[in-house]
């Protein structure tokens, strides 16, 4: 079947060595390039993790979700085995909410990811299982359960509205702030001058429209602030 549509690639080698001498990498891009091959598709950036399999802070990985969501685009990784072991690649790809496809598995999906954490999602739902008995005696008693169903939001209600609302603002705003300083760093420095690269780029806003000026200007300030807090 043809492939079709944005991807981004994501690989990883174990050490700095395997890292210099490209062992590892270039049978992991190759194999990526050629399942890809036949289709009308467009590879828009690669990221290469150089780490320790005992690490967790993988930056690439991040780097590489955040291009993902910024371009609507899949994750493709060439082996799914190694990476499917690795606690904090599991958790990073539940919780980035982007699509993937394994070359080595290509059936999988993000269920798959879902069947591999069974053992948390186990423990997880002990969890829900107990809430729910606090809720449905709290039922019981009277209490009104939900969301602002038939009532105006109390305080609480609009300030967690508000606090979610600030939290995808700013993880949107940090998924950009590399993209930008790349801009920057070329000489792309005034506000409609990164909102015409962006859209170049095809990169939305989190609304899904094109950049204009006055939307840079508020991620700009958004970064600032929050790398100053």
């Given amino acids: 079947m043809n492939k079709t ?8 080698v174990s050490t700095a060595r395997q890292g210099r001498s490209g062992l590892g990498l270039e049978g992991q891009r190759s194999a990526v390039l050629g399942f890809l091959n036949g289709g009308s598709w467009t590879l828009i950036e690669e990221f290469t993790e150089v780490e320790s ?3 967790s802070d993988r930056t690439q990985l991040a780097a590489a979700l955040a291009a993902c969501r910024l371009h609507k685009a899949t ?16 958790s990073a790809l539940m919780e ?21 954490a069974a053992v948390a999602e186990h423990e997880a739902k002990a969890i829900s299982d107990r809430t729910k008995s606090a809720l449905a005696a709290a039922k019981a008693r009277g209490t009104v359960l939900g969301g602002f169903r038939g009532r105006a939001g109390t305080p609480g209600d609009l300030e ?7 939290a995808s603002a700013d993880q949107y705003a940090a998924d950009l702030a590399g993209t930008i300083a790349t801009l920057q760093a070329g000489g792309i420095t005034s506000l409609w001058g990164i ?4 859209n170049a780029k095809r990169i939305t806003t989190p609304r899904g429209s094109g950049w204009s000026a006055s939307q840079v200007q508020r991620v700009l300030k958004r970064l600032s602030y929050n790398q100053g807090a």
Avoid: C, E, M, W
């Fill in 5 to 12: 549509g944005r991807y981004i690639a994501y690989y990883r």
């Fill in 53 to 55: 399999g005992t690490r």
């Fill in 75 to 90: 994750l493709v990784i060439a082996k799914l085995d190694r990476l499917a072991r690795n606690v904090a690649f599991v």
């Fill in 96 to 116: 980035a909410g982007v699509d993937f496809i394994a070359v080595d598995f290509p059936q999988a999906n993000r269920l798959t990811i879902h069947i591999l």
């Fill in 160 to 166: 967690r509205a508000r606090a979610s609302r600030t």
């Fill in 195 to 198: 909102a015409k690269a962006l």
